[in-house]
């Protein structure tokens, strides 16, 4: 088994499942799903034989490495450590997860959807897995293209506006990288006489604390992008807001974790120096972003886009974590970062569940959902705790250790950074009451419940808080089924929500809602356990990962300290 | 006995998993017949073990798991039973299974009664678990967890507007306390270097010895009150006091359990449990005292004007609340844990009284809209009037023995504050009897005051009736577990928890002195009442028109909701907005789209088909690429020299 290539087995099994999608017979409309679904699953259970087999030491396991182009110095070199192989699990189980979500869901353009997919989770691994910034570069652009095309072809009403953002933001941020990589190795040439690409030898080398300062800026810029950072943020409503459901989670779910884990693996090691200067303007502008996110998120009429901003916000904690240098500050980021995969990518199902009923994000056109979709609602209830960090679930111990090492590096910045979990509760709290809660458009009151019906009560509070966002909220459209048609009549752009829906105030909606359907179960469930079970013993996450992190640590202080 | 520990938490636990993933499926009706026998299997599981640590006189614990182990920080979670916890566990499982029986009878018929009987066992694991933990995070954790018990429960009737915006609110304001809780155990943690309470380098060792240790007693200080921050949301203290009366809205058996008998208490219980960081504290004590005593008059005088039957109650719980945490301030520590215990069985039963009347009056909490009641519902008259009685301190009932306790504790003790504050204790105390007797006399004599024709009040069942009964026992009896004052088995049995404290010497005159103040105090309350609502001696209509300023001060609650949305609520969502709209769209977004524009006009290919923009960006920024590269390897590398 030595010298099986378990990561390029794992990183290119999709591929081969897009290549099969590809030349398969054109006629057939449910092939490209199986033989993606085949892939994607064969390559979870090989992640986690990869994760079974993993030794837990800061050594880089199970390397492949095969000269490429010596003369400039570039090796296929892949290999894993503690950081990398939980994120290419979380990767690989996601990705199961959207292809199976996208079963039903996706009517058009099936090939080319699932196709893309695929090509997107090797991209993924691929970044995850590569040692060599020649390799890494390649896998971190192949990765950009299937997600601008999820969002732009499978997208909502304004799909290419996001797109196109989406795309042009990332690639703004893989161009400085491409410099800073250039330099790096130049440098590292002018030094030693050595041309290399190769991550680990370019960490030994030592580079001039202006060179540092500079690209280390220029990496960080790239990956500040990708988790997103305030003030590099505003591509993630937009996009999150227009993809179709499996892209949200992929993108919420595992790449804004590659920014963090770009800033682990390169930023951090690579400059220690750079790493010394930025330090406090990269925490003051997480704690920004930590803030900033939730209270946008309080205000947002969308689902989609209040879980977003609620992503900066968490995705804060991350970059915060990793900064602080200290081993409960990255474990946190850790932490972090895994618990947001389960609990975002959870949350953005759970939208899709009820957008695929109803044709609308908008907060404002439901109510009473406890009543109709009781079982939705539970697991609405489960990842929306996790979400605001509650104890015992998977979101708590990431935050509630970023912030630990935060006070130790600062206090004020530590009582900034935890006072989260109060808009934390307040924005997803509101958002349960308004959509869980309460009763749905035109409902009676039960007998005996001396309140107002539900749609007075809208018009008052219309003309109370919202009365900027127009008078007339839109209402949904049910369609009973799980499928989603994906007509352009979005009904929050609708100008008229009035032909959205037959209902109207004052008139009971009778007609049925399915609840959560056994497909949609299937999804759900995995992450429902993954969220309990390591909210209640994250402890075998924070084995496999500590030694990683001892390393990055000392390096730094090494460093630093000489 | 140690090994079994784990069987009193695990019991309830299993009751909630069974209930919520069958419930809804299978056992439907039936709930209760699995939550009963398993939180009764658990109450003798914990009374066994409370015989266990009063006989050994010993602390027993059992280690489970070790749960978060980052660098230095380590979290271990074991189960932890000294005399304070024994206490705790049997009067959250005594008062927990006798609310699971009323339970049966008053949700009896209801959709969700499986969903109830999931929560409620839910809730009861966790206060065991709070109760249980041996270290601050774990505390935190189930500190967390009871107020997720209690979000869903307050919520229960979530198509109910009030009640969705009542359980919102709850954990909102709870939040804002947990923010201090979590500080503070980051304090603790960089202060002591662990979290875990006890053992030879616990927080408490280290705590009493932090002088020769070297830590700074103004650490002790600030964790001392970043824990009460959390205490007071919790416990309902001000500034935090204000979701309490909103979160009546649940059903009264979870007024009853998590309002008013358990839950409210966990903060009084955790600052006793830290009582070795307090004593360090003279300032941290200080604002507790100060804090509960506030507390305690001010909830005092809105309950006097309250109409809703559940809210005079429940404002009487914020008070009682304050008395403990006065208590604790003043350094009467064994007496706020005796208060704890008599009020969580009279106050327990004072709520499922109250549900027993709106069950009979159909649904009906007004008492404008009641009286003369005592004739319909004799049970539910006689138990309630002992609720009240015990509530107002009447002697020899539970009441009296513990709140007096506490005014002498407050009168004698050391603090400067302490004095003050016995005397708002007697004023306290006066509300009290006056504000429950208007209600005893207001809801159970005189004439009805509703349509006879249309509502026949009725008894409750004997799922109901009888915990009533069982719950009347202990508030008429438990106080003489304290006695002798000061010197009561209670005392002997908690001295073991509280070893730190110097036992204060109270003379027998102090102790007849306060006893008979109190008395005549309580009585004169209800004396009062009895003129105003029986014998019409003292017309209320006049006295409120004579103070109308007054009470519309006390009847709108101080004006602390408004007080709160007008000056953080509405505040803050201005500038969300204001962040959303012109930071976030107008000046990052525009900049973004400024930047995508321009580039969009220099390139003349953008207006083609939708799907093509991408690719066309692509080759464009692909060319800016090879360029950008090209021009920094020409002119600041050697590559090409």
């Not at chain 2, 009374?47 to 070790?66: N, W």
């Not at chain 2, 110097?502 to 002195?513: A, Y």
Request: proline share 4%; charged share 15%; net charge negative.
């Amino acid at each position: 088994m030595d010298d099986f290539p378990l990561l390029s087995t794992i990183a290119y099994l999709p591929l081969v499942g897009a290549l099969a999608i590809l030349f398969a017979p054109r006629a057939s409309s449910t092939l490209p799903r199986t033989i993606a679904l085949v892939a994607s699953l064969a390559s979870f259970v090989l992640s986690l034989v990869l994760l079974a087999g993993f030794e837990h030491n800061a050594e880089f396991q199970y390397t492949e490495k095969v000269v490429w182009l010596d003369e400039l110095g570039v090796s296929y070199f892949m290999g894993v450590d503690g950081i990398a192989v939980l994120l290419i699990a979380l990767t690989t189980l996601l990705s199961v997860i959207a292809i199976w979500w996208s079963w039903e869901t996706i009517t058009v353009r099936t090939r080319e959807y699932y196709i893309a997919l695929l090509l997107l989770e090797t991209g993924m691994l691929g970044v995850f897995m590569a040692l060599d910034l020649f390799v890494f570069y390649i896998f971190w652009e192949i990765m950009l293209i299937p997600m601008a095309l999820l969002i732009g072809i499978w997208g909502s009403t304004d799909r290419v506006y996001a797109a196109v953002k989406f795309f042009l933001y990332t690639l703004f941020g893989s161009l400085l990288m491409l410099v800073a990589i250039v330099a790096t190795y130049q440098s590292y040439f002018n030094e030693t006489g050595v041309r290399t690409l190769n991550v680990l030898e370019l960490q030994g080398g030592s580079y001039g604390e202006t060179f540092q300062f500079w690209v280390f800026a220029a990496f960080f810029i790239a990956f500040a992008v990708k988790v997103p950072m305030f003030p590099f943020h505003t591509w993630l409503p937009d996009a999150h807001v227009q993809a179709p459901t499996a892209a949200s989670v992929i993108l919420a779910a595992v790449m804004l974790k590659m920014g963090g884990y770009g800033m682990l693996r390169f930023n951090l090691p690579l400059f220690p120096d750079g790493t010394e200067a930025w330090t406090v303007a990269v925490i003051v502008l997480s704690i920004i972003g930590i803030i900033y996110g939730a209270l946008v998120a309080l205000v947002q009429p969308d689902m989609k886009k209040l879980i977003a901003y609620s992503s900066v916000s968490h995705m804060g904690f991350v970059t915060l974590g990793i900064f602080i240098m200290n081993m409960q500050g990255l474990d946190g980021a850790m932490l972090v970062m895994l618990a947001h995969g389960f609990n975002t990518g959870a949350l953005f199902l759970i939208v899709g569940v009820i957008y695929e009923r109803a044709h609308t994000r908008d907060i404002r056109a439901f109510g009473g959902m406890a009543t109709r979709m009781p079982i939705w609602s539970a697991y609405f209830a489960l990842f929306l705790f996790a979400s605001i960090g509650l104890p015992g679930l998977s979101g708590f111990v990431g935050e509630f250790l970023v912030a630990l090492g935060t006070w130790d590096y600062n206090r004020l910045a530590a009582v900034i950074t935890f006072s989260v979990v109060i808009f934390a509760a307040w924005y997803m709290l509101w958002l349960y009451q308004r959509v869980v809660f309460g009763r749905a458009w035109g409902e009676l009151p039960d007998p005996g419940d001396t309140e107002l019906t539900r749609g007075e009560i809208e018009e008052l509070a219309e003309a109370n808080y919202h009365g900027h966002l127009g008078t007339d909220a839109p209402q949904p459209a049910v369609s009973g089924g799980d499928h989603d048609t994906h007509d352009d009549h979005d009904a929050l752009t609708n100008e008229n929500p009035e032909e959205v829906g037959p209902t109207h105030k004052g008139q009971m909606d009778s007609r049925p809602w399915t609840d959560i359907t056994f497909r949609e179960h299937l999804a759900l469930a995995p992450l429902a356990v993954l969220t309990i079970v390591f909210g209640v013993y994250p402890k075998p996450i924070l084995d496999i990962v500590e030694p990683s992190f001892q390393a990055i640590l000392d390096g730094a202080t090494r460093v630093v300290g000489g | 006995m140690e090994d079994l520990l784990y069987l009193i938490p695990l019991l309830p636990l299993a009751a909630f998993v069974i209930n919520i993933l069958l419930g809804r499926g299978f056992i439907r009706d039936n709930a209760h017949w699995v939550a009963l026998p398993l939180v009764g299997a658990s109450w003798i599981v914990a009374l066994l073990v409370f015989l266990d640590v009063r006989d050994t006189e010993h602390a027993i614990s059992q280690h489970l798991f070790t749960w978060i182990p980052a660098g230095d920080f380590v979290v271990d979670v074991n189960l932890y039973v000294d005399q304070l916890t024994a206490i705790m566990l049997l009067v959250v499982l005594t008062v927990g299974f006798l609310v699971h029986v009323y339970s049966v009878g008053y949700m009896h018929g209801d959709p969700g009664f499986y969903r109830f009987f999931a929560y409620l066992p839910l809730f009861v694991f966790s206060m065991l678990m709070l109760v249980l933990a041996d270290n601050l995070l774990v505390l935190f954790v189930f500190w967390e967890a009871v107020g997720l018990c209690s979000y869903f429960l307050i919520g229960y009737y979530f198509r109910r507007r009030s009640a969705g915006n009542a359980a919102k609110k709850a954990f909102i304001v709870n939040r804002v306390g947990d923010l201090g809780f979590g500080l503070g155990v980051m304090l603790t943690f960089w202060t002591f270097g662990t979290i875990s309470f006890y053992g030879e380098h616990g927080i408490f060792e280290q705590a009493a010895h932090h002088a020769e240790l070297g830590i700074a007693g103004g650490a002790l200080t600030a964790i001392g009150i970043l824990l009460f921050i959390g205490a007071c949301g919790k416990s309902a203290q001000f500034p935090l006091h204000v979701w309490l009366p909103d979160a009546m809205e649940g059903p009264t058996p979870v007024s009853a359990l998590i309002h008013a008998a358990t839950m409210v208490t966990a903060g009084i219980y955790m600052v006793a449990r830290n009582y070795t960081i307090y004593i360090q504290s003279e300032s941290a004590m200080m604002v507790v005292a100060i804090v509960g005593a506030f507390t305690a008059f001010m909830a005092a005088t809105i309950a006097l004007t309250q109409n809703d039957i559940k809210r005079v109650v429940a404002y009487s719980t914020v008070s009682q609340l304050g008395y403990m945490a006065f208590a604790l301030g003043t350094g009467a520590w064994v007496a706020a844990i005796f208060h704890l215990m008599t009020h969580a069985f009279f106050k327990g039963l004072l709520f499922l009284g109250c549900g027993s009347v709106i069950h009979g009056m159909h649904e009906e909490q007004d008492m404008r809209k009641m009286g003369g009641l005592r004739k319909y519902m004799p049970v539910t008259f006689w138990t309630f009037l002992i609720g009240s009685l015990a509530n107002a301190g009447v002697v020899p009932l539970a009441g009296f023995w513990s709140k007096d306790e506490i005014i002498v504790g407050a009168w004698i003790s050391d603090s400067s504050f302490g004095k003050p504050a016995a005397i708002i204790g007697l004023a306290a105390a006066f509300l009290t009897a006056l504000y429950m007797f208007r209600l005893v006399f207001l809801v159970f004599f005189g004439k009805e005051r509703f349509d006879t024709e249309h509502i026949h009040p009725h008894e409750s069942g004997a799922w109901m009736a009888i915990p009533l009964v069982l719950l009347a026992i202990p508030s008429v009896l438990i106080g003489f577990v304290g006695f002798p004052p000061e010197d009561g088995p209670f005392h002997h049995f908690l001295h073991h928890a509280f070893e730190l404290v110097e036992v204060h010497h109270v003379s027998m005159t102090t102790t007849w002195t306060f006893g008979i103040i109190s008395t005549v105090v309580a009585l004169g309350g209800i004396f009062i009442a009895w003129l105003a609502y029986i014998r019409g001696a003292i017309n209320p209509a006049a006295v409120r028109e004579r103070f109308e300023g007054t009470y519309q001060f006390l009847y709108n609650k101080w004006y602390f909701d408004e007080l709160y949305d007008a000056t953080i609520v509405q505040p803050l969502r201005r500038f969300s907005m204001f962040l959303w709209k012109v930071v976030d769209e107008g000046i990052i977004d525009a900049a973004v789209n400024g930047v995508a524009t321009g580039i969009a006009a220099i390139s003349q290919r953008v207006r083609h088909v939708q799907t093509g923009l991408v690719a066309n960006y692509a080759l464009a920024i692909a060319i800016g690429m090879v360029l950008l590269v090209g021009v920094y390897l020409a002119a600041f590398s050697d590559l090409f020299q």
